[in-house]
């Protein structure tokens, strides 16, 4: 505030005495002066830290940025548009897709995860299994005569032998 | 191998009762791995309902909530989940009464498919 009232005053001073400089005012307007005395300090400031105030190119950049930013927070329903792809590029992008997929699997031999050995396994539908109807024990008896003949037959089952399997072959 | 991968989703899917479909695909909806049964609809397994993923994930982290995980749509006839596995995203398409939480539960078995599959998609 000093420095501007002293910066005033000055002028005046200047300006009294009827001296023409190149700081002479044209005007003799308060209002103006008002202006010209807000500018001073302000040029003063710039001149000490020129680094410190953002220049017109900078300021444009900020405020394109917020402006950026601002429009890309927006949920703008109207303006969704689906990007759909080209057939083209479509079949392009499977088959390359599959090029590399057949590359990496053949490279890196993927196996599927070991399942853990659990007792307690996972049913698809648990209640349709609890609710279905339980196996009557005459079914149960059948079931397991028909099993021990199957099982019995296979154990009598034995090679007969006819014939030799190697035969030597009369070379001259 | 491929046919390993596909194995591998084959048994997941049918371990779920009413799971129809498990796609992994890029963020515009081209399938890299599928596998689906005969139940499955055709719609919901296209290119043009699987990228809608994408453009709501986008819009759906505007809310200020963060990054959105997973999409469950419960239509009348079917359930679409898909989930955010970045570059890819892994749609289910399931009845209309099958177990969500089932197969949200798949997450964690999908994990170790994913990241051969991340060399897929690399380059693109």
Known sequence: MGNCCDSCCGDDANSQSGEVTERSRLLEDPVSNNTNILRVPSDDFLSRYPNSMPKTSDEQSALNRILQETASNVIDVAALDSHTLEQHEYRERVTHYTQRLNGIAVMQRWRSPPTKVCLLADLPAPEKLLSTETVLPTDLQTMNYFMEAASEAMSNIKVEHKEDLVVPFRIP | ?124
């Open chain 2, 1 to 124: 191998m491929v046919e390993d991968m596909n194995k591998y989703l084959r048994k997941l899917l049918s371990k779920i009762d009413g799971l129809y479909c498990i796609i992994i695909s890029d963020r515009d909806g081209v399938p890299i791995l599928k596998v689906c049964s005969d139940d499955s609809p055709d719609k919901a397994t296209r290119t043009s309902f699987l990228s809608t993923f994408g453009i709501a994930t986008d819009q759906g982290g505007k809310l200020g909530l963060g990054k959105t995980k997973s999409i469950i749509c419960m239509y009348e006839n079917f359930q679409a989940i898909q989930m955010n596995k970045l570059p890819f995203v892994v749609t289910f398409v399931t009845s209309r009464d099958c177990n969500t939480g089932h197969v949200l539960a798949l997450e964690a078995q999908l994990e170790p498919l994913l990241p051969v599959l991340r060399g897929v998609v690399g380059d693109t």
